[in-house]
């Protein structure tokens, strides 16, 4: 399995940049999508998840709102889009894909990307 992110960059405040993950090596419509993201000497935290067939979302409450996850099942990529950027989002971005989007969350036999970083200036 390859989960391959791009899209990351440098960007001002209130700015927007989408990131896209393209997977391979899996049947990608059965797998719930994912986005996790890690701050210098922070842990990896949760971003969004989506299910397999696109109809239910979640997000980590500091993004609600300004980020909007989607999937497109006849390109095999999942999207994170990222509006309204703060500082605080600077982080390398990851992807991810696992059965249901709680095993999404729980990081339970989760397959991962290598990630692509956000960088967004103040």
């Known amino acids: 399995v390859q989960l391959q992110a791009s899209g990351g960059g440098l960007v001002q405040a209130g700015g927007s940049l989408r990131l896209t993950c393209t997977a391979s090596?899996?049947?990608?419509?059965?797998?719930?999508m994912g986005w996790f993201r890690q701050a210098p000497g922070k842990e990896r935290e949760f971003v969004a998840t989506?299910?397999?067939?696109?109809?239910?979302?979640y997000y980590a409450d500091s993004v609600k709102g300004r980020f909007t996850i989607s999937r497109d099942s006849a390109k095999n990529t999942v999207y994170l889009q990222m509006n309204s950027l703060k500082p605080e989002d600077t982080a390398v971005y990851f992807c991810?894909?696992?059965?249901?989007?709680?095993?999404?969350?729980?990081?339970?036999?989760?397959?991962w990307g290598q990630g692509t970083k956000v960088t967004v200036s103040s």
């Open positions: 991810t894909a696992a059965k249901t989007t709680a095993t999404i969350y729980q990081r339970q036999g989760n397959y």
């Open positions: 090596g899996l049947t990608f419509s059965t797998y719930a």
């Open positions: 989506i299910s397999w067939g696109g109809t239910t979302t």
